[in-house]
């Protein structure tokens, strides 16, 4: 077990130090310049030394002169190499951090609506946002005070064995201890170290969810009890925070306590041999110096240890995340979506969000090319999630889906999705203007292309009205807009879009009568030839299509004209007038 574990930290190390491997050149340098650095910090002590024993017994003034600027010369140019290594460090860090978080970022990207389903917001910015300085530090920080420490290490133990090889006997004497006190404490603090940062995550999470609902808990009057949660969660924080500090003292106190009984034992036996005479007092002063500058890098070494195992809580969170494979992927070949005609076929499609309760059960429907249809049915019947499963925000679990007779797991996602634009009830907006949440549908579009989706989605003249005009920034999540012209800033932008598949989720549910009717002539005329699909609530809706499909517990109830359905489909005509209904779970 124990084995397991420790090839598990080695495995980690590995694929953390891969993030310092394109900053190679740099590390080098880095090396260099702290190397540099050290080899000058180890001169002085020989130098003092030497003015001790022979400069000031023999009183050589103009020798003495010469060594005080040369131990100046060493200060500086010791110092500036410390300024270099910084900047160095500084800049591998930043890189990084840049490209973890960047990696992270394209991953996440990539997974699908049944990951972001099954976890707060909060809890993933939390490990983007935190848990990512934690990696950061480990790559560049600790791997480079690994190194830097070790060749201190190696460079003082040779000038010791040098100077007086059974003094450093007697100073390594105390290096065993460390090992104990790492090992006593290092695993205790990786455990609690990510139970920390599960807590931080949560605490994340938690502001991610009040604050965009602040109208909601001030119209129920529950200011009071959701401060009580958050004052609740900081407590439990405290305590975790509390513990690891208690934790990384201890060990800290410990360790303190081992390295100043190294220097101590040298000074009881070197002064010893000095009183006898066998050692001379400027060699005992560098001796003691250097044991100093030996046990605190083995100090550091072993405090390492101890931010090793707090960092890997956070690191432990990131692979996490990105070990996890994306269940909706380009398979293998597979191939691009070319010349969109727009006929959309369901074959026995099955699908539930939870395999215990299907939404969908054998679901048949054809969308001929260029055809205009409805998709109507209580809520419940399975109208979004025929949009979910054509887009391949999910794969069904049986049965097949086609355009243009291609299998969409045969496909690629890019031309897939290149070839549909989606208008969903809640239309998402960017903080930035007008004009930018328009192009993100075609960031090369030009300013006639822009103003003319804009008119077809009945947008231009509000916008003309702002002080600012398409330049207007809408605040965060379209703060500034209304429900109906956040809607219309979203149809604008699949109008934008220009493609062959549109679809329409409930996307003018907040505009009124005569805005929709306008708006649908105006798609009509723009999507002229190009497959478009409605979810629809409103019988206006549904009299604008070519064909309307009714649908029902997971499949077709009805499909055909508003006047056949109304003569022959009982549930049309209560959805038609409204009617209360009721439907089997998920949409």
């Not at 935190?130 to 133990?157: F, K, M, R």
Request: proline content about 3%.
């Amino acid at each position: 077990m124990e084995s397991g574990i420790e090839q598990s930290k080695v495995e980690q190390l590995r694929r953390i130090l891969r993030y310092l491997r394109p900053y190679t050149g740099q590390a080098a340098q880095l090396m260099l310049a702290m190397l540099l650095a050290m080899v000058l910090s180890l001169l002085d002590p020989l130098i003092v030394a030497f003015l001790i024993d022979h400069v000031l017994v023999q009183r050589l003034p103009d020798l003495f002169n010469v060594l005080m600027a040369i131990l100046l010369a060493l200060a500086v140019f010791g110092g500036a190499f410390r300024v270099i290594s910084s900047y160095l460090y500084s800049y591998v860090s930043q890189r990084i951090l840049f490209d973890v978080r960047n990696e992270l970022f394209r991953h996440l990207e990539r997974q699908p609506l049944s990951f972001y389903s099954a976890r707060k917001s909060g809890e993933i910015l939390s490990r983007i946002n935190n848990d990512v300085g934690a990696l950061q530090e480990l790559a560049s920080g600790v791997a480079v005070s690994v190194v830097a420490d070790l060749l201190t290490v190696v460079g003082v133990l040779g000038i010791l064995l040098l100077m007086n090889w059974k003094l450093c006997l007697v100073a390594l004497a105390v290096v065993p201890l460390f090992a104990v006190v790492v090992n006593l404490f290092s695993r205790r603090v990786r455990q609690q170290s990510r139970t920390v940062r599960e807590k931080v995550a949560d605490i994340t999470a938690f502001f991610q969810e009040i604050l965009p609902a602040i109208g909601l808990v001030q119209s129920y009057g529950r200011e009071a009890q959701e401060a009580e949660r958050l004052e609740t969660k900081g407590r439990e924080m405290i305590a975790l925070r509390l513990r690891v500090a208690l934790l990384v003292a201890g060990s800290a106190t410990l360790i303190a306590l081992i390295g100043a009984c190294g220097p101590l034992l040298v000074l009881w036996v070197g002064g010893q041999d000095a009183i006898r005479g066998s050692l001379s007092l400027g060699t005992l002063i560098a001796f003691y110096t250097y044991v100093g500058r030996l046990l605190s890098p083995i100090y550091r070494l072993a405090q390492v240890n101890i931010q090793i195992q707090s960092g890997l809580a956070s690191v432990d969170r990131i692979f996490e995340y990105l070990d996890i494979v994306p269940e909706i992927a380009d398979r293998p070949g597979a191939c691009e979506l070319s010349g969109v005609r727009g006929e959309i076929v369901f074959r026995d499609v099955w699908f539930g969000y939870a395999s215990s309760r299907p939404v969908l059960k054998g679901l048949d429907l054809r969308i001929a090319p260029g055809e205009t249809v409805a998709l109507m049915g209580p809520s419940g019947a399975g109208k979004t999630t025929v949009v979910n499963l054509l887009c391949r925000f999910y794969d069904a679990q049986r049965g097949e889906i086609r355009i243009d007779g291609a299998e969409l797991r045969e496909l690629t996602l890019a031309s897939l999705r290149r070839a549909i634009a989606l208008v969903s009830q809640e239309a998402v907006i960017f903080h930035a203007s007008i004009q930018d949440n328009l192009k993100y549908a075609r960031v090369d579009a030009g300013e006639l292309e822009v103003v003319a989706a804009a008119k077809a989605a009945q947008l231009h003249e509000f916008v003309m009205a702002l002080p600012e005009g398409y330049e207007t920034v809408v605040g965060d999540r379209g703060v500034r807009l209304s429900g109906g012209q956040r809607q219309r800033v979203a149809i604008a932008r699949a109008i934008l879009k220009d493609a062959r598949i549109v679809i329409f989720d409930e996307a003018m549910s907040m505009v009124d009568s005569a805005l929709e009717r306008n708006i649908q002539e105006e798609v009509k005329n723009l999507f002229k030839g190009r497959t478009i699909l409605m979810i629809a609530h409103r019988p206006s809706v549904a009299l604008g299509a070519d064909r309307i499909i009714v649908l029902h517990d997971g499949r077709v109830e009805a499909d055909g004209t508003h006047d056949e359905l109304s003569a022959r489909c009982h549930l049309y005509g209560q959805l038609v007038n409204v009617l209360p209904l009721t439907g089997s779970a998920g949409n």
